[in-house]
């Protein structure tokens, strides 16, 4: 097999095409052929030491991929050599085989491709669960995203009206705006790249005008930093602010603005509520299949690159250049 493996810490720049064993599936899990990863921020973190799973050099970044069972270890039941499926892995999906718990895959629907499922479950898994688990999103109320051009944020576009909401979707261009409205978004509003005082009350302010007298019922933030204060202080009452990422930083918040509102803050981490609640889990994927043969999600794959140009990849998404997302193929 081959891998694109981190073996110091850094960028992108870093990472090397590397020959190794095969691996063979230990007990309760499944050698995968990778047919298409995933690419997520999280993955330009993991190779620098920057994200809280922090594996042992030398590894693959590449958490979320899609392929082939080409063999099973003891204990395996519920999969067969040749089933299609797909896998959270954490890290290790950058390579041509990975080695997983078969607890962690889901056979893919026959309708569903390779690329698309290796671009459905992170994003549109994050979204589902923050909008009905923390949420719970009702038809009418009007959603605020943040970063809404991203993976999560346009998964969570697709969501949001399939559950009926107003959507109103935040970001940093003119061309990112139109994506959004191609998905579906009712409203946009474009920010600035630098967020000061000035910028905020005025980001506020269209916050306000948008969303009209009630304000936000459910804000998404995948974005933080200096752009998350804005969107609490045009909350609704009893509104409720989703905490998802922080590319732009860890913000701060004046708490009092909570009590004003009424509203809370809300976090969202979908990862490990995989493992506190499998079964929630399984029921929110049986739902994401559903809207997706329905043709109500589909997961806007806007690049792809070769396995090989891994590290191109992750500056794509470093360099905030990405509409939705992408995917590498193999």
């Not at 039941?77 to 499926?85: F, I, K, L, S």
């Not at 990112?176 to 790249?193: H, M, N, S, V, W």
């Not at 459910?218 to 933080?224: I, N």
């Not at 929110?284 to 792809?304: C, E, H, V, W």
Request: aromatic letters at 6%; a negative charge.
């Amino acid at each position: 097999m081959k891998a694109m493996l981190s073996t110091a810490v850094g960028g992108p720049e870093t990472l090397e095409w590397t020959e190794m064993d095969t691996p063979t599936p230990s007990k309760g899990e499944v050698l995968i052929g990778v047919k298409a990863a995933g690419v997520n921020f999280p993955d330009t973190l993991i190779i620098q030491d920057l994200y809280q799973l922090k594996p042992p050099r030398p590894f693959a970044p590449g958490g979320e991929v899609a392929g082939v069972v080409e063999a099973i270890g003891d204990g395996v039941t519920d999969y067969a050599v040749g089933d299609r499926v797909i896998a959270m892995t954490g890290f290790g999906g950058f390579a041509t085989h990975v080695c997983t718990g078969a607890a962690r895959c889901l056979k893919i629907p026959d309708d569903m491709s390779f690329e698309d499922a290796s671009c459905l479950v992170l994003t549109y898994g994050t979204s589902h669960h923050a909008l009905k688990d923390r949420a719970n999103i009702q038809a009418g109320e009007t959603l605020l995203i943040l970063g809404a051009a991203g993976g999560v944020g346009a998964a969570a576009i697709e969501l949001g009206k399939a559950a009926g909401a107003r959507v109103i979707a935040a970001v940093s261009s003119e061309g990112k705006a139109q994506f959004c409205k191609d998905l579906g978004a009712d409203e946009t509003i474009i920010y600035p790249r630098e967020m000061d005082r000035a910028a905020q009350k005025e980001f506020s302010g269209q916050i306000k005008k948008i969303a009209g007298p009630g304000g936000v019922n459910v804000a998404y933030d995948a974005v933080g930093g200096a752009y998350s204060e804005p969107v609490v202080r045009s909350m609704a009452w009893a509104g409720r602010f989703l905490v998802v990422g922080f590319p732009a930083g860890i913000p701060s918040i004046p708490l009092n603005l909570t009590l004003l509102k009424s509203c809370q803050i809300v976090g969202v981490f979908w990862g490990a509520s995989t493992m506190v609640d499998p079964k929630g889990h399984l029921e929110n994927m049986a739902d994401l299949f559903a809207m997706y043969s329905a043709g109500q999600i589909k997961p806007r794959i806007t690049a792809t690159f070769p396995l090989t140009e891994a590290g191109k990849a992750l500056e794509y998404i470093s360099d905030r250049k990405v509409l939705g997302k992408v995917a590498l193929t193999v």
